[in-house]
């Protein structure tokens, strides 16, 4: 299985390559070449099973099923659910698709699991040790670490806004106790702390001699493992249409749903609705057809406070029919003036793909948590509660609408209190994480400083 740029100016390269990489060189996000046709999944069929049928397929050559298998029935392994990803019902055809089993209570742990295994696993045979570097902005560092603690092949650095995670956020990344990680705290926003780890990449002496990796959401290994949930739910559901609901920020989770269908998985056809907050660029882009920058704002969904949605650059490469010019074109555009229409052509195309985008803000997010809580005595995250007050607003449907509860409500228990008047404890496998000591230094959010104390932390 070959791999391309969506920039169309990077050599093809094969999976271990494409997902070691993250970004491909000329800037791109990286494609297979061709979809591969894949085996629905079977009613009953492990989720290790049909992770492994899925990794492999995208994998091609690169590694043997029987590996594949290994590495898959180990990630899923620590999951507090045995079907990992398990529906539960909640209203007339309208479905929960719970994604919070894994170790720190968000999705991210579904693909995080899987890559530290993987890298390992890829690494194991050259023995390279690789740096894995992340900006967070509260979930993606917590599940990194809990996956790359005591990884053999990686170290992994983490980046996070100085007293802009939650309480318990933090906690998950800080108390791991593993040598292998650096905890960085940066005096500054998400924003600053991502543009360090992007000048990191650019930095190419640096990025040779800590051979940097990314495990951001447009790494091909996290969207390849994104996929299976939506193979394991057609599954349950019985090979009936499906209509997604998807909370969304970088856009990694619907872009899934959508490479699930291209490569014969969802037997009852697509449609996904990307549910996003105030930070609404992805709504915008949907249904004005224009490409719109605008700051960030705080809203209380902040694993979804994104004002450029990385992966539609996928979708935007095969609505224009693999047109790599015109890719480029529209993102040199948007790079210059932040404002830029869509290639000609392509809105429509978005119109029968399957996806489409909605908007839900913060007052309407708060009290869809406490309706909620009262119609069905279950508290949700605030990421879910924007999919959940999203799909009462669409047209009733003959078929199914499922939800993705992209995290524990307990992970945002100062949200929840305020939402419904409710605690939110951690379940009993995570009470552990308020009594261990945490581990962690406070830099400026300057380059240089950064870039010395990893430098220090790799010799
Ligand atoms: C990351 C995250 C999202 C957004 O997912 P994308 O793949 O970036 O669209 C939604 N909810 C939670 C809880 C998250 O951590």
């Known amino acids: 299985m070959k791999y391309l740029s969506t920039r169309g100016e990077a050599p093809e390269t094969g999976f271990a390559e494409a997902c070691l990489a993250g970004l491909a060189p000329d800037g791109g996000l990286y494609v297979p070449k061709e979809w591969p046709r894949i085996e629905p999944a079977r009613p009953g069929e492990p989720y290790a099973e049909v992770a492994a049928r899925i990794i492999s397929a995208f994998a091609g050559e690169a590694i043997a099923l029987a590996d594949v298998q290994k590495i898959c029935w180990g990630a899923y392994a620590g999951f507090a659910h045995q079907s990992v990803a398990p529906l539960t019902q909640w ?3 309208t479905w929960l698709m719970e994604l919070h089993h894994g170790p720190t209570l968000a999705f991210k742990d579904v693909a995080m699991q899987l890559i530290a295994k993987l890298y390992d696993y890829l690494l194991g045979k050259s023995g390279e040790r690789l740096t894995v570097v992340c900006a967070t902005s509260g979930d993606t560092g917590g599940a990194a670490a809990a996956a790359f603690a005591g990884a053999k092949q990686s170290r992994l650095v983490i980046l996070h806004p100085q007293g802009r995670v939650s309480p318990v956020q933090r906690l998950f990344m800080t108390t791991t ?9 940066v005096t500054g926003d998400f924003d600053d702390a991502q543009a360090i780890v992007k000048q990191l990449f650019a930095d190419k002496d640096f990025a ?11 790494n091909w290994a996290r969207v390849a493992a994104q996929c299976v949930y939506y193979a394991t739910t057609q599954a349950q559901l019985r090979g009936s249409a499906v209509r997604y609901v998807v909370p969304s920020g970088n856009m990694g989770d619907a872009l899934a749903g959508y490479v699930a269908a291209r490569c014969g998985l969802l037997t009852g056809g697509f449609e996904a609705v990307c549910a996003v907050n105030e930070n609404d660029a992805l709504a915008r882009l949907f249904n004005t057809g224009r490409m719109t ?3 960030a704002v705080a809203t209380p969904s902040p694993a979804m406070d994104i004002s450029v949605p990385s992966n539609f650059e996928r979708i935007l490469y095969e609505m224009t029919a693999r047109d790599a010019g015109a890719v480029r074109a529209t993102y040199a555009a948007y790079a210059q003036s932040g404002d830029t229409p869509l290639p000609g052509g392509v809105l429509a195309k978005l119109g029968c793909s399957g996806l489409s985008a909605a ?3 913060n007052a309407e997010t708060l009290t869809e948590m406490e309706r909620f809580r009262q119609e069905t005595g279950w508290l949700i995250c605030p990421h879910t509660a924007v999919g959940t007050a999203l799909a009462r607003r669409l047209p009733k449907k003959d078929f199914a609408t499922v939800v993705l509860a992209t995290a524990a409500a307990s992970k945002f228990p100062e949200t929840v209190i305020e939402a ?4 939110a404890p951690l379940p009993v496998r995570c009470e552990a994480l308020t009594g261990r000591s945490e581990v962690f230094e406070n830099l400026p959010a300057d380059l240089g400083a950064v870039r010395a104390r990893i430098l220090d932390f790799t010799r």
Request: charged share 10%.
């Open 359 to 361: 908007s839900i803000n």
């Open 208 to 218: 040779r001699t800590v051979s940097l990796s990314g495990v951001n959401s447009i």
């Open 177 to 185: 106790g593993a040598g292998n990680i650096l905890n960085i705290a």
């Open 420 to 423: 419904t008047g409710h605690d």
């Open 91 to 93: 209203g007339p055809d």
């Open 293 to 295: 920058r605008a700051a």
